[in-house]
């Protein structure tokens, strides 16, 4: 099972950029990368999906290096209403248990101050 | 993405009693999971419901306790059995189409 690995929890400040790192050794082969965010009495949020290298939507930036055993969260310029909990999450959906795209590891608290 | 209707939102239930939680779905798909998040903690999963099979179920989760129906492509139920206090959680639907996505979820109290 890839088992992830992030900061239980990161303060920030309105208008910094955030980056939360987590860590997969065991990821595997057809394993992605997904990131999802979650507030308050609400089911997650899917912010951004990767599989190697860099990808960017209109919130965020995943940044993947080559060995694929970490992968960066970026939020440019956060907000007070980035204040959640975010999840790292890898696995293929389809796959074996090994590399379980389901299962969600502790997810790091964020708390963007003013 | 997919749009995921969750009722009731909400609910308080005696002990012994049980609830049945619906999830209906915007579009078909296959792939539908049952989660739990209790007060604090990161979401675990229950069990996975495809349309035609059996639902399959995690460690330490059993059809009596939570059995689920998957009658169709769109629609799935999930019955909260003789409910304790510590059955108190968010439950939350989700489905699977390359991404995983979920509803907003039923806050359940149990006394």
């Known amino acids: 099972l890839a088992k992830t690995t992030q900061p239980i929890s990161m303060d920030s400040y309105e208008g910094q950029e955030v980056n939360i790192t987590c860590s997969h050794n065991n990821i595997a082969t057809n394993d992605y990368i997904t990131w999802y965010q979650q507030f308050p009495s609400q089911g997650p949020r899917f912010i951004i999906q990767?599989?190697?290298t860099k990808v960017t939507n209109e919130v965020a930036s995943l940044f993947i290096p080559a060995d694929r055993k970490s992968s960066t969260l970026s939020l440019p310029r956060v907000s007070l209403s980035d204040t959640a909990v975010y999840y790292c999450?890898?696995?293929?959906?389809?796959?074996?248990?090994?590399?379980?795209?389901?299962?969600f590891g502790g997810g790091t608290r964020l708390m963007v101050k003013p | 993405s997919a749009v995921i209707s969750q009722k009731p939102s909400r609910d308080i239930c005696q002990r012994g009693t049980s609830l049945t939680i619906q999830c209906q779905v915007d579009s078909q798909v296959t792939m539908m999971f049952w989660y739990r998040q209790q007060p604090g903690q990161s979401l675990t999963l229950i069990a996975t419901?495809?349309?035609?099979?059996?639902?399959?179920?995690e460690s330490g989760f059993v059809i009596d306790k939570f059995p689920i129906s998957r009658p169709n492509l769109t629609f799935s139920t999930l019955t909260v059995s003789n409910m304790s206090p510590e059955d108190s959680s968010i439950y939350l639907c989700?489905?699977?189409?390359?991404?995983?996505?979920f509803g907003q979820g039923t806050r359940l109290t149990v006394v």
């Open positions: 419901a495809n349309q035609g099979s059996e639902a399959t179920y």
């Open positions: 990767g599989y190697k």
């Open positions: 989700s489905v699977g189409t390359g991404i995983v996505f």
């Open positions: 999450l890898v696995g293929v959906l389809g796959g074996s248990k090994a590399g379980n795209m389901l299962t």
